[in-house]
């Protein structure tokens, strides 16, 4: 069947919504007259046709409300700003907060993790961490971006034209036929070309996205099925990207890894000085640039008492003139081990050794030594003893505030039990 022409008021010759009744009112000119036969045929066909597309009614509910501020804004983020500006920021506050979060874990736990994981291990958790924390959601907020643009575009081709003139009906976006809106309609077909059209998109924000995609004469269907399409393209770019931003965990191991079989680290692994005799090491590094520097022998436990003496190198003078001995040593403990001090006989003039102990400010990344509990004294011939609040590696310092000759012998021995 041949459609008719646009329908023109009789009096004012302006294009009419046939409307739903016998006789055509003009929105204009106020003139009626009755539905010309051929346009009621049309209108009767249009309503039959209309009440078997189920797709194309639910198209028009999900369809038909604009997109909120919220999308609208999100939606005209570029992939570039995200990564450009977005990601990096992220990824700094994503580092601090994971930094935060074992902080927290080590104190919870009793042991400080950079100590007593190998560096595999906190490479492994950091990745993964940063994975899930900020991979993933960069992805998936990328991809939520991609569709909410893909619908504003759908959303946009279907919108209908607005009105031509003050007080009018809105039109087709293909033919620019007038629409007989219904009360509560979202989107409807034109009546003389087919096309379906959305009615609730404010003409604003869709005249700077209307695309010659609007002038089709196409059906929701039609438009819903090439977004199914693209949406189905979009889903495997966003696995592949999620699979590629993975790769960043083993990296990142193999990073720790290769820390891990530097042997020469100070202090040493941790996991392997528990393990083994406990010793105290001296706590600088030795080094052949440091050849004039004064190195104390490592100090076994589980000998009883044995001989220590400080060097010359270890006297010092405060700046009021006062003379201490210091020797530090850097000893691994699990959280709950005493550390137990014998003594037997000091030199003259040598009133009691002072055992300080700290470990490491931050949990995660080491930094400066805080002590950690109360000074320990030790007397002759009497023992004094600490309790590890955590596994971690810890600096002993060695304290005599009594100015005595160096080289003079303390009998004094330590072990480590629970
Ligand atoms: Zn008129
Ligand atoms: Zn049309």
Not at 132 to 141: A, E
């Amino acid at each position: 069947m041949e459609k008719p022409e646009i329908l023109r008021c009789e009096g004012c010759g302006a294009p009419v919504p046939l409307g739903t009744g016998k006789d055509v009112h003009c929105p204009y000119c106020g003139v009626e007259f009755p539905v010309p036969e051929a346009y009621a045929q049309m209108r009767q066909a249009e309503v039959q046709r209309d009440v078997g597309r189920v797709e194309a009614h639910e198209l028009f509910e999900s369809l038909g409300d604009p997109p909120g501020f919220l999308a609208q804004a999100w939606g005209s983020v570029s992939s570039g700003c995200i990564w450009l500006v977005l990601w990096p920021f992220a990824f700094v506050v994503d580092a601090l907060l994971i930094a935060k979060g074992l902080e927290i874990v080590s104190r919870n736990i009793g042991a400080t993790l950079f100590d007593i994981w190998s560096n595999t291990q906190i490479y492994t958790g950091v990745g993964v961490a940063m994975y899930v924390t900020l991979g993933v959601p960069t992805v998936l907020g990328i991809y939520g971006r991609r569709r909410t643009k893909g619908k504003q575009h759908l959303q946009a081709a279907l919108a209908a034209l607005p009105p031509d003139r003050e007080g009018g009906p809105a039109r087709c976006r293909s033919c620019a036929a007038p629409l007989d809106v219904p009360d509560g309609a979202t989107g409807l077909a034109c009546l003389y070309c087919g096309a379906d059209n959305l009615l609730r998109m404010p003409e604003a924000w869709v005249s700077k996205l209307r695309s010659s995609a609007s002038k089709l004469v196409s059906t929701i269907e039609d438009v819903a099925k090439k977004d199914r399409e693209m949406r189905a393209k979009e889903r495997r770019s966003l696995a592949w990207q999620l699979g590629w931003l993975a790769i960043f965990i083993p990296v990142l191991a193999g990073f720790g890894f290769v820390l891990d079989r530097d042997t020469s680290t100070f202090p040493p692994q941790w996991s392997k000085a528990v393990a083994s005799e406990r010793l105290m090491i001296p706590a600088i590094r030795k080094d052949t640039a440091k050849w004039d520097t004064y190195f104390a022998p490592d100090w076994p436990a589980d000998l009883g008492l044995g001989f220590f003496a400080f060097d010359k190198a270890e006297r010092k003078t405060t700046a009021k003139g006062t003379v201490y001995f210091m020797r530090s040593y850097l000893v691994a403990l699990k959280a709950g081990e005493r550390v137990t001090f014998d003594s037997g006989d000091f030199p003259d003039g040598a009133r009691a050794l002072g055992f300080t102990f700290r470990t490491q400010a931050s949990a995660v990344f080491g930094g400066s030594w805080q002590q950690e509990g109360e000074d320990v004294y030790l007397y002759p011939n009497s023992t004094a003893s600490y309790v590890a609040p955590r596994s971690a590696w810890y600096r002993v310092d060695v304290l005599l505030v009594d100015d005595i000759a160096p080289d003079r012998q303390f009998r004094v021995g330590w072990k480590v039990g629970e």
